[in-house]
Protein backbone atom coordinates (compact mmCIF):
# COMPACT_ATOMS: atom_id res chain seq x y z
CA UNK A 1 0.00 0.00 0.00
CA UNK A 2 1.11 3.53 -0.74
CA UNK A 3 -0.46 5.57 2.29
CA UNK A 4 0.98 9.24 0.73
CA UNK A 5 -0.03 8.13 -2.31
CA UNK A 6 -3.95 7.25 -1.08
CA UNK A 7 -3.78 10.15 0.94
CA UNK A 8 -3.33 12.26 -2.00
CA UNK A 9 -5.59 10.70 -3.90
CA UNK A 10 -8.38 10.96 -1.64
CA UNK A 11 -7.73 14.46 -1.15
CA UNK A 12 -9.06 14.98 -4.76
CA UNK A 13 -11.49 12.42 -4.39
CA UNK A 14 -12.87 14.56 -2.04
CA UNK A 15 -12.98 17.49 -4.08
CA UNK A 16 -14.01 16.03 -7.56
CA UNK A 17 -17.04 13.52 -5.73
CA UNK A 18 -18.14 15.18 -2.82
CA UNK A 19 -19.56 18.57 -4.31
CA UNK A 20 -22.19 18.33 -1.82
CA UNK A 21 -19.61 20.23 0.64
CA UNK A 22 -19.64 23.21 -1.34
CA UNK A 23 -23.67 23.45 -1.15
CA UNK A 24 -23.52 23.07 2.52
CA UNK A 25 -22.84 26.75 5.10
CA UNK A 26 -18.99 26.93 5.92
CA UNK A 27 -19.60 26.74 9.47
CA UNK A 28 -18.71 24.18 12.19
CA UNK A 29 -21.79 22.09 14.01
CA UNK A 30 -22.69 23.59 17.25
CA UNK A 31 -21.27 22.29 20.22
CA UNK A 32 -23.89 20.33 21.40
CA UNK A 33 -24.16 18.54 18.06
CA UNK A 34 -20.37 17.92 17.74
CA UNK A 35 -19.77 14.33 18.02
CA UNK A 36 -23.45 13.81 15.97
CA UNK A 37 -21.82 15.55 13.31
CA UNK A 38 -18.63 13.47 13.41
CA UNK A 39 -20.90 10.65 13.53
CA UNK A 40 -22.86 11.19 10.41
CA UNK A 41 -19.76 12.78 8.30
CA UNK A 42 -17.78 10.33 9.17
CA UNK A 43 -20.09 7.26 8.25
CA UNK A 44 -21.08 9.18 5.09
CA UNK A 45 -16.90 9.39 3.67
CA UNK A 46 -16.19 5.91 4.46
CA UNK A 47 -18.58 3.61 5.75
CA UNK A 48 -18.70 0.35 3.16
CA UNK A 49 -22.85 0.29 2.83
CA UNK A 50 -23.08 4.61 2.67
CA UNK A 51 -24.75 3.88 -0.69
CA UNK A 52 -27.13 1.84 0.51
CA UNK A 53 -28.09 3.97 3.50
CA UNK A 54 -30.38 6.71 2.41
CA UNK A 55 -29.68 9.29 4.90
CA UNK A 56 -25.91 9.17 4.52
CA UNK A 57 -26.26 10.05 0.57
CA UNK A 58 -24.10 12.82 0.22
CA UNK A 59 -26.82 15.15 -1.36
CA UNK A 60 -29.16 14.63 1.64
CA UNK A 61 -28.59 17.17 3.61
CA UNK A 62 -27.96 20.73 1.58
CA UNK A 63 -27.07 22.98 4.28
CA UNK A 64 -25.13 22.25 7.79
CA UNK A 65 -28.24 23.48 9.63
CA UNK A 66 -30.33 20.87 7.19
CA UNK A 67 -27.99 18.30 8.74
CA UNK A 68 -28.08 20.11 12.34
CA UNK A 69 -31.91 19.48 12.41
CA UNK A 70 -31.61 15.88 11.83
CA UNK A 71 -28.84 15.61 14.24
CA UNK A 72 -30.84 17.30 17.26
CA UNK A 73 -32.94 14.29 17.02
CA UNK A 74 -30.45 12.05 18.73
CA UNK A 75 -29.43 12.46 22.00
CA UNK A 76 -27.34 10.01 22.33
CA UNK A 77 -23.86 9.51 19.71
CA UNK A 78 -24.73 5.67 19.89
CA UNK A 79 -28.56 5.95 18.88
CA UNK A 80 -27.39 7.72 16.02
CA UNK A 81 -24.36 5.25 14.92
CA UNK A 82 -27.19 2.51 15.20
CA UNK A 83 -29.60 4.04 12.82
CA UNK A 84 -27.19 4.91 10.41
CA UNK A 85 -25.58 1.55 9.83
CA UNK A 86 -27.02 -0.74 7.18
CA UNK A 87 -29.17 -3.23 9.41
CA UNK A 88 -26.97 -4.05 12.45
CA UNK A 89 -26.97 -7.13 14.62
CA UNK A 90 -27.99 -4.95 17.20
CA UNK A 91 -31.75 -4.40 15.35
CA UNK A 92 -31.58 -8.01 13.07
CA UNK A 93 -30.08 -10.27 15.80
CA UNK A 94 -32.20 -13.06 13.74
CA UNK A 95 -29.49 -13.95 10.55
CA UNK A 96 -30.80 -11.11 8.89
CA UNK A 97 -28.25 -8.36 9.92
CA UNK A 98 -25.91 -7.22 7.01
CA UNK A 99 -23.26 -5.19 9.16
CA UNK A 100 -22.76 -7.53 12.41
CA UNK A 101 -18.87 -5.76 13.51
CA UNK A 102 -19.03 -1.75 13.01
CA UNK A 103 -19.02 0.04 16.56
CA UNK A 104 -18.56 2.93 18.42
CA UNK A 105 -16.84 4.07 22.19
CA UNK A 106 -16.95 7.06 23.88
CA UNK A 107 -13.50 6.59 24.61
CA UNK A 108 -10.80 6.07 21.89
CA UNK A 109 -8.08 5.08 24.26
CA UNK A 110 -9.45 1.93 25.47
CA UNK A 111 -10.51 1.39 21.58
CA UNK A 112 -6.65 1.88 20.87
CA UNK A 113 -5.44 -0.65 23.93
CA UNK A 114 -7.88 -3.70 22.64
CA UNK A 115 -6.99 -3.46 19.36
CA UNK A 116 -3.20 -4.00 20.14
CA UNK A 117 -4.33 -6.67 23.25
CA UNK A 118 -3.71 -3.90 25.75
CA UNK A 119 -7.10 -4.70 27.76
CA UNK A 120 -8.62 -4.06 31.52
CA UNK A 121 -8.93 -7.63 32.21
CA UNK A 122 -8.45 -10.17 35.10
CA UNK A 123 -6.47 -13.00 32.75
CA UNK A 124 -9.61 -15.70 32.04
CA UNK A 125 -9.87 -16.29 27.93
CA UNK A 126 -13.55 -17.82 28.08
CA UNK A 127 -16.54 -18.74 26.05
CA UNK A 128 -20.20 -18.56 27.22
CA UNK A 129 -22.65 -20.93 26.17
CA UNK A 130 -26.40 -22.09 27.50
CA UNK A 131 -26.75 -24.38 29.43
CA UNK A 132 -27.62 -27.68 28.30
CA UNK A 133 -31.86 -27.30 28.00
CA UNK A 134 -31.93 -23.50 28.30
CA UNK A 135 -32.23 -20.46 26.32
CA UNK A 136 -31.63 -18.11 28.74
CA UNK A 137 -28.93 -19.54 31.65
CA UNK A 138 -25.05 -19.48 30.67
CA UNK A 139 -22.31 -21.41 31.56
CA UNK A 140 -18.92 -20.21 30.93
CA UNK A 141 -15.77 -22.39 30.13
CA UNK A 142 -12.07 -21.37 30.45
CA UNK A 143 -10.06 -21.54 26.97
CA UNK A 144 -7.02 -20.55 28.49
CA UNK A 145 -5.14 -18.33 31.05
CA UNK A 146 -2.97 -15.31 30.09
CA UNK A 147 0.59 -15.63 31.29
CA UNK A 148 1.36 -12.63 34.39
CA UNK A 149 -2.52 -12.05 34.86
CA UNK A 150 -4.43 -11.96 37.92
CA UNK A 151 -6.11 -15.54 37.15
CA UNK A 152 -2.48 -17.31 36.53
CA UNK A 153 -1.60 -17.06 40.17
CA UNK A 154 -5.22 -18.56 41.37
CA UNK A 155 -6.57 -22.06 40.77
CA UNK A 156 -8.48 -22.25 37.72
CA UNK A 157 -7.04 -23.52 34.60
CA UNK A 158 -8.55 -24.30 31.12
CA UNK A 159 -11.17 -26.52 31.06
CA UNK A 160 -12.79 -24.86 34.03
CA UNK A 161 -16.74 -24.35 34.26
CA UNK A 162 -18.15 -21.50 36.07
CA UNK A 163 -22.45 -20.88 35.77
CA UNK A 164 -22.74 -17.67 38.13
CA UNK A 165 -21.12 -14.58 40.06
CA UNK A 166 -20.99 -13.24 43.59
CA UNK A 167 -23.61 -16.50 43.71
CA UNK A 168 -26.01 -15.04 40.60
CA UNK A 169 -26.48 -17.68 38.30
CA UNK A 170 -24.96 -15.68 34.47
CA UNK A 171 -28.19 -15.14 31.87
CA UNK A 172 -28.29 -13.84 28.91
CA UNK A 173 -29.36 -10.62 30.15
CA UNK A 174 -27.05 -9.91 32.94
CA UNK A 175 -23.88 -11.83 31.99
CA UNK A 176 -22.66 -8.08 30.73
CA UNK A 177 -23.00 -6.37 34.30
CA UNK A 178 -22.15 -9.44 36.15
CA UNK A 179 -18.47 -9.38 34.09
CA UNK A 180 -17.89 -5.69 33.96
CA UNK A 181 -16.66 -5.78 37.55
CA UNK A 182 -13.36 -4.66 38.86
CA UNK A 183 -13.01 -7.39 40.73
CA UNK A 184 -15.69 -10.37 41.07
CA UNK A 185 -15.83 -13.99 42.36
CA UNK A 186 -16.42 -16.80 40.55
CA UNK A 187 -18.94 -19.58 41.08
CA UNK A 188 -17.45 -22.97 39.70
CA UNK A 189 -19.42 -25.86 38.24
CA UNK A 190 -18.73 -29.40 36.77
CA UNK A 191 -20.69 -30.89 33.70
CA UNK A 192 -21.33 -34.95 33.77
CA UNK A 193 -22.32 -35.13 30.29
CA UNK A 194 -26.04 -34.04 30.90
CA UNK A 195 -26.44 -31.00 33.37
CA UNK A 196 -24.04 -28.22 34.46
CA UNK A 197 -24.37 -28.19 38.04
CA UNK A 198 -22.19 -25.64 40.82
CA UNK A 199 -19.72 -27.71 43.01
CA UNK A 200 -19.13 -25.27 45.26
CA UNK A 201 -15.80 -23.79 44.57
CA UNK A 202 -15.19 -20.29 44.03
CA UNK A 203 -12.44 -18.23 42.77
CA UNK A 204 -12.14 -14.80 43.11
CA UNK A 205 -10.30 -12.44 40.48
CA UNK A 206 -9.51 -8.99 39.64
CA UNK A 207 -8.78 -7.23 36.64
CA UNK A 208 -5.36 -5.01 36.18
CA UNK A 209 -3.98 -3.49 32.70
CA UNK A 210 -2.76 -6.45 30.89
CA UNK A 211 -1.04 -6.72 27.81
CA UNK A 212 -1.53 -10.09 26.01
CA UNK A 213 1.54 -11.64 23.91
CA UNK A 214 -0.65 -13.08 21.27
CA UNK A 215 1.69 -15.83 20.52
CA UNK A 216 0.60 -18.09 23.58
CA UNK A 217 2.27 -21.22 22.18
CA UNK A 218 5.46 -22.09 20.08
CA UNK A 219 7.16 -25.31 19.90
CA UNK A 220 8.51 -27.62 17.59
CA UNK A 221 6.65 -31.40 18.26
CA UNK A 222 8.24 -34.77 16.36
CA UNK A 223 6.32 -37.24 15.16
CA UNK A 224 7.77 -40.17 12.94
CA UNK A 225 9.51 -38.52 10.04
CA UNK A 226 7.81 -35.17 11.13
CA UNK A 227 9.16 -31.73 12.66
CA UNK A 228 6.23 -30.04 13.12
CA UNK A 229 5.91 -26.16 13.69
CA UNK A 230 3.35 -25.54 16.64
CA UNK A 231 2.39 -22.00 16.69
CA UNK A 232 -0.79 -20.66 18.68
CA UNK A 233 -1.56 -17.52 17.60
CA UNK A 234 -4.33 -15.69 19.84
CA UNK A 235 -4.24 -11.79 18.16
CA UNK A 236 -3.36 -9.59 15.08
CA UNK A 237 -1.80 -7.15 17.11
CA UNK A 238 0.70 -5.22 14.96
CA UNK A 239 2.75 -4.16 18.41
CA UNK A 240 3.83 -7.73 18.82
CA UNK A 241 4.99 -8.79 14.69
CA UNK A 242 8.54 -8.22 15.75
CA UNK A 243 7.87 -10.84 18.68
CA UNK A 244 6.16 -13.13 15.65
CA UNK A 245 8.91 -12.49 13.19
CA UNK A 246 11.19 -14.36 16.34
CA UNK A 247 9.04 -17.07 16.84
CA UNK A 248 9.09 -18.02 13.08
CA UNK A 249 13.11 -17.42 12.82
CA UNK A 250 13.25 -20.21 16.17
CA UNK A 251 10.94 -22.70 14.43
CA UNK A 252 13.31 -22.13 11.33
CA UNK A 253 16.36 -22.71 13.19
CA UNK A 254 15.59 -26.43 14.49
CA UNK A 255 14.56 -27.26 10.84
CA UNK A 256 10.43 -27.65 10.98
CA UNK A 257 9.07 -29.92 7.87
CA UNK A 258 5.81 -28.77 8.28
CA UNK A 259 3.54 -25.78 10.12
CA UNK A 260 0.84 -25.71 12.47
CA UNK A 261 -0.68 -22.48 12.94
CA UNK A 262 -3.81 -22.74 15.38
CA UNK A 263 -6.08 -19.81 15.26
CA UNK A 264 -8.99 -21.58 16.73
CA UNK A 265 -9.52 -18.24 19.79
CA UNK A 266 -8.34 -15.65 16.92
CA UNK A 267 -11.14 -12.96 16.17
CA UNK A 268 -8.66 -11.16 14.17
CA UNK A 269 -6.95 -8.17 13.87
CA UNK A 270 -4.61 -5.62 11.98
CA UNK A 271 -4.75 -6.32 7.69
CA UNK A 272 -0.80 -5.35 7.83
CA UNK A 273 -0.13 -8.26 10.70
CA UNK A 274 -2.08 -10.55 8.25
CA UNK A 275 0.08 -10.23 5.33
CA UNK A 276 3.65 -10.45 7.38
CA UNK A 277 2.26 -13.94 8.75
CA UNK A 278 1.27 -14.95 5.72
CA UNK A 279 4.52 -13.58 4.23
CA UNK A 280 6.35 -15.40 7.26
CA UNK A 281 4.66 -18.47 6.05
CA UNK A 282 5.65 -18.42 2.36
CA UNK A 283 8.27 -15.77 1.55
CA UNK A 284 8.22 -16.97 -2.10
CA UNK A 285 5.75 -14.89 -3.29
CA UNK A 286 6.99 -11.24 -2.49
CA UNK A 287 5.21 -8.38 -4.15
CA UNK A 288 2.64 -11.07 -5.47
CA UNK A 289 -1.10 -10.11 -4.33
CA UNK A 290 -2.22 -11.37 -0.99
CA UNK A 291 -5.22 -9.49 -0.57
CA UNK A 292 -7.26 -6.67 -2.67
CA UNK A 293 -9.42 -3.98 -1.20
CA UNK A 294 -13.04 -2.64 -1.89
CA UNK A 295 -14.57 0.55 -0.93
CA UNK A 296 -17.85 2.07 -0.60
CA UNK A 297 -18.41 3.22 -4.43
CA UNK A 298 -17.41 6.46 -4.64
CA UNK A 299 -14.50 5.94 -2.87
CA UNK A 300 -13.69 2.19 -4.95
CA UNK A 301 -14.42 4.14 -8.51
CA UNK A 302 -11.74 7.05 -7.81
CA UNK A 303 -9.43 4.35 -7.00
CA UNK A 304 -9.87 2.05 -10.02
CA UNK A 305 -9.64 4.66 -12.20
CA UNK A 306 -6.62 6.60 -10.82
CA UNK A 307 -4.37 4.45 -8.95
CA UNK A 308 -5.50 0.56 -8.41
CA UNK A 309 -2.69 -0.42 -6.81
CA UNK A 310 -3.52 1.28 -3.58
CA UNK A 311 -6.15 -1.44 -3.23
CA UNK A 312 -3.80 -4.55 -3.21
CA UNK A 313 -1.83 -5.79 -0.03
CA UNK A 314 0.79 -7.71 -1.34
CA UNK A 315 3.38 -10.23 -0.03
CA UNK A 316 6.29 -9.03 1.76
CA UNK A 317 9.85 -9.78 3.13
CA UNK A 318 10.72 -6.89 5.77
CA UNK A 319 9.24 -5.43 8.49
CA UNK A 320 10.40 -1.64 8.87
CA UNK A 321 13.59 -2.85 7.18
CA UNK A 322 14.30 -6.26 9.40
CA UNK A 323 14.22 -9.15 6.98
CA UNK A 324 11.15 -11.86 7.89
CA UNK A 325 12.14 -15.56 8.85
CA UNK A 326 10.26 -16.90 6.18
CA UNK A 327 9.33 -20.64 6.07
CA UNK A 328 9.06 -20.96 2.47
CA UNK A 329 6.34 -23.47 2.82
CA UNK A 330 3.83 -24.90 -0.20
CA UNK A 331 1.28 -26.51 2.57
CA UNK A 332 0.30 -25.09 5.82
CA UNK A 333 -2.07 -27.11 8.79
CA UNK A 334 -4.49 -24.26 9.86
CA UNK A 335 -6.73 -24.96 13.13
CA UNK A 336 -9.86 -23.08 13.25
CA UNK A 337 -13.35 -23.01 15.43
CA UNK A 338 -16.21 -20.64 15.28
CA UNK A 339 -14.09 -18.24 16.90
CA UNK A 340 -11.81 -17.71 14.30
CA UNK A 341 -12.68 -14.80 12.55
CA UNK A 342 -11.33 -11.84 10.31
CA UNK A 343 -7.88 -11.55 9.63
CA UNK A 344 -7.48 -14.96 10.70
CA UNK A 345 -9.65 -16.29 7.43
CA UNK A 346 -8.00 -13.93 5.53
CA UNK A 347 -4.96 -15.12 6.05
CA UNK A 348 -6.41 -18.66 4.86
CA UNK A 349 -8.32 -17.28 1.98
CA UNK A 350 -5.19 -15.01 1.05
CA UNK A 351 -2.87 -17.91 1.08
CA UNK A 352 -5.20 -20.14 -0.82
CA UNK A 353 -4.26 -19.36 -4.00
CA UNK A 354 -0.87 -20.10 -3.48
CA UNK A 355 -0.03 -22.91 -1.32
CA UNK A 356 -1.87 -25.78 -0.21
CA UNK A 357 -4.14 -24.59 3.26
CA UNK A 358 -5.45 -27.33 5.47
CA UNK A 359 -7.87 -26.25 7.43
CA UNK A 360 -8.65 -28.14 10.68
CA UNK A 361 -11.22 -28.29 13.00
CA UNK A 362 -15.11 -25.94 12.73
CA UNK A 363 -16.35 -23.81 10.28
CA UNK A 364 -15.19 -19.87 11.26
CA UNK A 365 -17.08 -17.09 11.69
CA UNK A 366 -17.20 -15.62 8.25
CA UNK A 367 -15.82 -12.01 8.60
CA UNK A 368 -14.80 -10.71 5.06
CA UNK A 369 -14.96 -7.04 5.95
CA UNK A 370 -12.87 -4.38 7.90
CA UNK A 371 -12.85 -1.40 9.73
CA UNK A 372 -10.78 1.29 10.29
CA UNK A 373 -10.64 4.09 13.64
CA UNK A 374 -12.14 7.31 12.71
CA UNK A 375 -11.75 10.19 14.74
CA UNK A 376 -13.23 13.96 15.18
CA UNK A 377 -11.08 15.62 13.09
CA UNK A 378 -10.62 17.50 9.44
CA UNK A 379 -8.68 14.01 8.49
CA UNK A 380 -10.45 11.50 10.63
CA UNK A 381 -7.15 10.67 12.15
CA UNK A 382 -6.18 11.30 15.27
CA UNK A 383 -4.10 14.36 14.48
CA UNK A 384 -5.64 17.42 15.56
CA UNK A 385 -8.24 15.12 17.20
CA UNK A 386 -11.32 17.05 18.75
CA UNK A 387 -10.48 18.06 22.09
CA UNK A 388 -13.83 18.04 23.82
CA UNK A 389 -14.80 14.91 23.47
CA UNK A 390 -12.66 11.20 22.82
CA UNK A 391 -15.55 9.48 20.72
CA UNK A 392 -14.05 7.46 18.01
CA UNK A 393 -15.55 4.96 15.55
CA UNK A 394 -14.65 1.11 14.47
CA UNK A 395 -17.14 1.13 11.21
CA UNK A 396 -16.67 -1.25 8.34
CA UNK A 397 -14.85 0.18 5.55
CA UNK A 398 -13.79 -2.22 3.20
CA UNK A 399 -14.78 -5.94 1.75
CA UNK A 400 -11.39 -8.10 1.07
CA UNK A 401 -11.03 -10.71 -1.39
CA UNK A 402 -7.81 -12.79 -2.13
CA UNK A 403 -5.96 -12.62 -5.96
CA UNK A 404 -8.83 -14.61 -7.48
CA UNK A 405 -11.08 -11.78 -7.04
CA UNK A 406 -12.82 -14.43 -3.75
CA UNK A 407 -14.17 -13.58 -0.60
CA UNK A 408 -17.29 -14.51 -0.61
CA UNK A 409 -17.53 -16.22 2.98
CA UNK A 410 -19.94 -15.04 4.98
CA UNK A 411 -20.96 -18.49 6.21
CA UNK A 412 -17.59 -19.23 7.37
CA UNK A 413 -14.92 -20.94 5.68
CA UNK A 414 -15.23 -24.78 5.98
CA UNK A 415 -12.53 -27.53 7.39
CA UNK A 416 -10.39 -29.80 5.74
CA UNK A 417 -11.11 -32.25 8.59
CA UNK A 418 -13.95 -31.39 11.17
CA UNK A 419 -13.11 -31.72 14.80
CA UNK A 420 -14.96 -29.90 17.20
CA UNK A 421 -14.23 -28.68 20.94
CA UNK A 422 -16.49 -30.54 23.85
CA UNK A 423 -16.03 -28.91 27.36
CA UNK A 424 -15.57 -32.53 28.62
CA UNK A 425 -12.45 -33.21 26.50
CA UNK A 426 -10.80 -30.08 25.94
CA UNK A 427 -7.07 -31.34 26.31
CA UNK A 428 -3.93 -29.23 27.36
CA UNK A 429 -3.22 -27.10 24.68
CA UNK A 430 -0.36 -27.99 22.96
CA UNK A 431 -0.07 -31.55 23.70
CA UNK A 432 0.19 -33.98 21.26
CA UNK A 433 -2.96 -35.39 22.55
CA UNK A 434 -5.38 -32.16 22.98
CA UNK A 435 -8.32 -33.45 20.16
CA UNK A 436 -7.72 -30.51 17.55
CA UNK A 437 -4.18 -30.45 17.76
CA UNK A 438 -4.12 -34.46 17.41
CA UNK A 439 -6.18 -34.30 14.73
CA UNK A 440 -3.85 -31.97 13.08
CA UNK A 441 -1.22 -34.25 13.42
CA UNK A 442 -3.12 -37.09 12.14
CA UNK A 443 -3.22 -35.30 9.14
CA UNK A 444 0.39 -34.55 8.62
CA UNK A 445 1.18 -38.42 9.36
CA UNK A 446 -1.77 -39.67 7.19
CA UNK A 447 -4.07 -40.78 9.63
CA UNK A 448 -6.90 -38.73 9.61
CA UNK A 449 -9.90 -38.81 7.39
CA UNK A 450 -11.84 -35.85 5.67
CA UNK A 451 -15.20 -37.73 7.10
CA UNK A 452 -17.22 -34.83 9.12
CA UNK A 453 -18.40 -35.65 12.47
CA UNK A 454 -21.99 -36.42 13.33
CA UNK A 455 -22.04 -35.14 16.91
CA UNK A 456 -22.08 -31.40 16.93
CA UNK A 457 -25.24 -31.92 18.93
CA UNK A 458 -23.12 -32.61 22.26
CA UNK A 459 -21.35 -29.39 21.85
CA UNK A 460 -22.84 -26.49 24.15
CA UNK A 461 -24.41 -23.86 22.22
CA UNK A 462 -22.11 -21.15 21.88
CA UNK A 463 -23.40 -17.57 22.88
CA UNK A 464 -20.39 -15.21 22.82
CA UNK A 465 -16.67 -15.10 24.27
CA UNK A 466 -14.96 -12.72 26.08
CA UNK A 467 -13.34 -10.44 22.88
CA UNK A 468 -16.29 -9.93 22.02
CA UNK A 469 -17.59 -8.75 25.88
CA UNK A 470 -14.83 -6.63 25.83
CA UNK A 471 -15.36 -4.51 22.57
CA UNK A 472 -12.82 -6.47 19.98
CA UNK A 473 -15.67 -8.08 18.14
CA UNK A 474 -13.75 -10.38 15.55
CA UNK A 475 -11.80 -7.49 13.72
CA UNK A 476 -10.08 -6.98 10.76
CA UNK A 477 -8.87 -3.55 10.45
CA UNK A 478 -6.42 -1.04 8.61
CA UNK A 479 -3.82 0.76 11.03
CA UNK A 480 -5.82 4.64 10.34
CA UNK A 481 -7.97 6.56 7.91
CA UNK A 482 -5.82 7.78 4.65
CA UNK A 483 -4.38 10.64 5.73
CA UNK A 484 -4.79 14.45 4.45
CA UNK A 485 -8.38 13.57 3.97
CA UNK A 486 -11.04 16.41 4.53
CA UNK A 487 -14.22 16.44 6.29
CA UNK A 488 -17.01 15.72 3.52
CA UNK A 489 -18.83 18.07 4.95
CA UNK A 490 -18.00 22.24 6.82
Known amino acids: MKPLLRSILLLFLLAFSLQSCEDQDDVDAPADLQINDFVWKGLNQ ?10 LADDRFSTQEALNSYLRGYSKPESLFEDLLNKPISKFPKGEAIDRFSWIVEDYSVLEGELQGTTKND ?109 MYNGFYANYDAQLNDAFGQLAAQGITELILDLRYNGGGSVQTATRLASMITGQFKDQIFAKEKWNDKVNSYFESEDPESLNNRFVDNI ?8 RLTKVYIVTTNGTASASELVINGLAPYIQVVQ ?44 TGFGEYTNGLQPTYQQLEYISTLGVLGDPSEPLLNATISAITGAATKKVQQDRGQALRNFIDVKSINGIRNQMYIEKAPEGLLRSLK
Open 360 to 403: VGDVTVGKNVGSVTLYDSETFTKTKVNPNHKYAMQPLVLKIVNA
Open 46 to 55: FYLWQGDVPV
Open 123 to 231: GIDFRLSYKPGSSTDLVGFVRYIIPNSNASTKDIKRGDLFTGINGTQLTISNYQTLLAADSYTLNMATYDGNSINTNGKTVALTKTTLDENPILINKVITSGSHKIGYL
Open 320 to 327: NGTPLNSL
